[in-house]
């Protein structure tokens, strides 16, 4: 079953451009995480932020985590061609398991 | 370290064979977890074990499909017969303690199609 639903279900922009994905889930979580997968491959963890944090970041990465509105966004800062993949927001609650959404297929142009 | 190794990286396989997924997860990661991609359903957990031991094998669909870790290095997923609804992408996944405080590392996958 999917907990995330992520928004847009794909996003096509220009190289420097700024990318932003939306995660919205159902229930109480423990984290959230963030991935990405390159076509073909394993998905790569990104980022984890918890429950009582509202904002981090990590190189051109920030995300930010409203557990009022159980949502969550991960903004990518100047894109780069390289950056072209699809991205997961997973969601960790009590229960021990890490469930993903459905993802959104980023496109950056050069 | 090599990261999760998975294997075989593809399989073809007939209708009603047995087929077995194999997977070596990070040396020292106590927490070990098989997920299937499919474009319709997305990635599901099937099972994941805990030093070892099953400890949630809810998402696992059906009595043909089964899973071991008979030690901290090694995880079999196996299905017998194995159905061309099967035919998706099986990821293994390692973590230490779990998720609650880290990531996971997931393997390149085994892309399974049953025809």
């Known amino acids: 079953s999917q907990q995330g639903e992520e928004d847009p279900q794909a996003l096509s922009i220009q190289e420097g451009e700024n990318a932003t994905m939306n995660c919205s889930y159902k229930?109480?979580?423990?984290?959230l995480q963030w991935y990405r997968q390159n076509s073909g491959r394993g998905l790569v963890h990104l980022i984890l932020i918890r429950s009582n944090e509202r904002e981090k970041h990590s190189g051109r990465l920030r995300v930010t985590l409203d557990t009022s509105k159980k949502s969550s966004s991960l903004l990518i800062t100047a894109s780069r061609a390289a950056d072209t993949a699809s991205y997961f927001c997973?969601?960790?609650?009590?229960?021990?398991?890490?469930?993903f959404g459905q993802g959104t297929e980023l496109s950056v142009k050069p | 370290d090599a990261g999760v190794i998975q294997s075989p990286r593809h399989e073809v396989t007939e209708m009603g064979q047995e087929v077995t997924l194999r997977c070596k997860p990070i040396s020292g990661h106590n927490s070990l977890f098989w997920y299937r991609q499919t474009m319709m359903r997305g990635l599901e957990l099937l099972i994941y074990f805990n030093n070892n031991v099953p400890i949630d094998d809810s998402g696992m669909p059906e009595d043909r499909f089964s899973a071991k870790m008979p030690n901290a290095s090694f995880s079999t997923l196996k299905i017998q017969p194995s159905e061309p609804r099967d035919s998706a992408v099986y990821f293994c996944?390692?973590?230490?303690?779990?998720?609650?405080?880290?990531?996971?590392?997931f393997g390149s996958g085994t892309r399974l199609t049953v025809v």
């Open positions: 997973a969601t960790y609650n009590q229960g021990g398991k890490l469930i």
């Open positions: 996944a390692s973590s230490l303690g779990g998720s609650a405080n880290y990531g996971y590392t």
């Open positions: 229930t109480s979580i423990n984290n």
